[in-house]
């Protein structure tokens, strides 16, 4: 092109859909059925096999027939009006206990139950561990948090309100500086007294997000928000069968409206004009949508977009050329899977383990010990007892095991350990990282327990110890989220700031990029993040609206 010359504009596609779904993750299945039931012809596309995203149920043990939720495990932001609207039959099991956290090092075993159903228990749980006065204010802090999610939970299936609204909507100026101004460190840290029930709470503000506790950027404040938030309670629900039911029926709600689901489908460009190419068993094919609606991760929609116009403002709602790009997202946690004979005995025998191990159980996550593996991990440094907390998917929802092995007393346990980066991990030390992190875990879990964990694994088929961890760079590598993080990225607010611009459909939505026709449909989306389908149902009602 010579200095004259005038660039040219390549001619208008003619759509062949009216919506192109790039991801079959729950996000996308959602936008999937939410506009088939609309009359839109829909076309999804997925990478793998099979739908479901990180939100599958597997036999991640050979010749083991026990499902388990492999990466995602919970269910609190999935909102019962998409539920309703989309006919899904999911059943979501309430979990009776509440956490359970050991004193770290005391030989006793003497440690904190939380009893959703029994406030004298707890409040006496709290006195055996010293805390006795933290008792009421634990309860106060969470009927506090309780109360915000009563105002904001309803409008996260509604267009954005603006900062100033949000602000109008939960009415109480000092709760709104201690979550949404300040770092949750100090409202923690000015309400509770005692290290160990800081750090019950500090958790809900750092699970999937490095960070401290009192960072100024208010990361972590972002992750508490939506811990707490879900069903305008906050409470996490057992999804029963599995995770796999969950997308199991959004993929069914979205072929039954008539969606056309591919799999095995690898797009490997998007083009601002709708255009979608993507390679199916060696062959490339075409697709051009109206809108092209993105379940993937900001990064890779960068990578996606051709002709080198990489999107740099997914995330920021803005439709300017001058915002950086975003820095590499970077997810912290590992997680590893394992299926025991048996729940392991605890120090303190007059807890019954399927209490201790009924709820959440917190180990290693003092408040001290959190913020000391965050300032350890950033310099490089791998505690020897990682802090981590344990699920047992199987006390609330034997399904998810063959008859036998239930009978059995088999029990899975998915361990979720905190501050663990991925800027420790390549390619090439991923094994030995990997062995390292699952090492640590265990010695962790050991460090709390009356016998070691390791003698109450199970076997596979080939004899190996029914054990899997998965590191961040196995998650990215599995599932394409860059960084392994379990957010795509950063959380954002569920609002706007009061000077963006909410003049289009997908701005009021949440799911506007720099291109008109191209909308954030994933946890990348303004209110994305977990398993909640609000980045598929936001950019749906977009489409829908415009």
């Not at 909507?169 to 500086?177: K, M, S």
């Not at 875990?441 to 070691?452: H, I, Q, R």
């Not at 960084?483 to 959380?491: K, Y």
Request: aromatic residues 6%; proline residues 6%; charged residues 20%.
């Amino acid at each position: 092109m010579t200095a004259t010359s005038s660039p040219t504009t390549a001619p208008e596609q003619a759509p062949t859909h009216d919506v192109v779904i790039v991801g079959g993750g729950h996000n996308g299945l959602t936008a999937a059925a939410y506009l088939a039931r609309a009359g839109k012809s829909i076309i999804l596309l997925e990478r793998l096999e099979a739908v479901g995203g990180a939100a599958v149920s597997a036999q991640a043990f050979s010749g083991v027939d026990a499902w388990l939720s492999r990466y995602s495990y919970l269910v609190s932001l999935l909102p019962q009006r998409i539920i309703d609207d989309l006919g899904l039959r999911i059943r979501l099991a309430r979990r009776r206990y509440s956490s359970y956290t050991p004193v770290p090092g005391d030989e006793s075993g003497a440690a904190l139950l939380i009893d959703n159903t029994d406030a004298d228990a707890t409040a006496a749980s709290f006195a055996h561990i010293g805390a006795a006065d933290d008792a009421a204010a634990f309860s106060e802090f969470y009927e506090t948090t309780g109360a915000l999610a009563q105002s904001l939970w309803p409008t996260v299936t509604e267009p954005l309100l603006t900062r100033s609204e949000a602000k109008a909507l939960v009415g109480d100026d000092e709760l709104w500086q201690s979550i949404f101004e300040r770092p949750i460190g100090e409202l923690i840290e000015s309400r509770i007294s005692n290290d160990l029930v800081r750090g019950v709470v500090a958790t809900d503000a750092l699970i999937g997000t490095f960070a401290s506790v009192s960072d100024p950027s208010l990361a972590q404040n972002r992750c508490f928000l939506y811990h707490v938030i879900g069903q305008g309670t906050g409470q996490w629900d057992v999804p029963v069968g599995g995770m796999g039911t969950v997308t199991g029926e959004l993929a069914r709600a979205a072929r039954e409206a008539g969606a056309r689901i591919v799999t095995d489908a690898e797009v490997t460009s998007i083009s601002p004009d709708g255009a979608v190419r993507y390679d199916r068993h060696g062959h490339e094919r075409r697709v051009v949508g109206r809108h092209v609606l993105v379940n993937v991760a900001p990064d890779v929609l960068d990578a996606l977009l051709s002709e080198g116009e990489a999107d740099t403002e997914t995330k920021t709602d803005t439709d300017t050329d001058t915002t950086p790009p975003r820095p590499r997202a970077e997810g912290a946690q590992v997680k590893v899977n394992l299926l025991l004979s048996r729940l392991p005995r605890l120090r303190d025998e007059a807890v019954d383990p399927a209490a201790a191990f009924g709820g959440t159980f917190h180990i290693n996550e003092t408040y001290t010990q959190l913020e000391e593996a965050f300032a350890g991990a950033v310099r490089g440094v791998m505690p020897d007892l990682i802090p981590c907390e344990i699920y047992c998917h199987s006390l609330t929802d034997p399904s998810i095991l063959d008859p036998e092995l239930a009978a059995s007393g088999a029990q899975t346990i998915t361990v979720f350990g905190l501050h663990t980066p991925d800027r420790w991990l390549t390619d090439d030390n991923n094994d030995a990282t990997r062995q390292r992190l699952q090492d640590a875990v265990v010695a962790s879990l050991n460090s709390v327990l009356a016998e070691p964990i390791e003698t109450l694994l199970r076997t596979d088929a080939d004899g190996n110890p029914c054990i899997e961890t998965k590191t961040t760079r196995d998650i990215e590598h599995a599932l394409n989220i860059p960084g392994g993080n379990i957010f795509h990225g950063p959380l954002s607010w569920p609002f706007a700031e009061d000077d963006d611009p909410l003049d289009t459909p997908a701005r009021r939505w949440g799911v506007a990029t720099r291109h008109p026709r191209i909308l954030m449909c994933g946890s990348g989306a303004r209110r994305g993040g977990a398993v909640s389908g609000l980045g598929g149902h936001n950019a749906a009602m977009a489409v829908l609206e415009g």
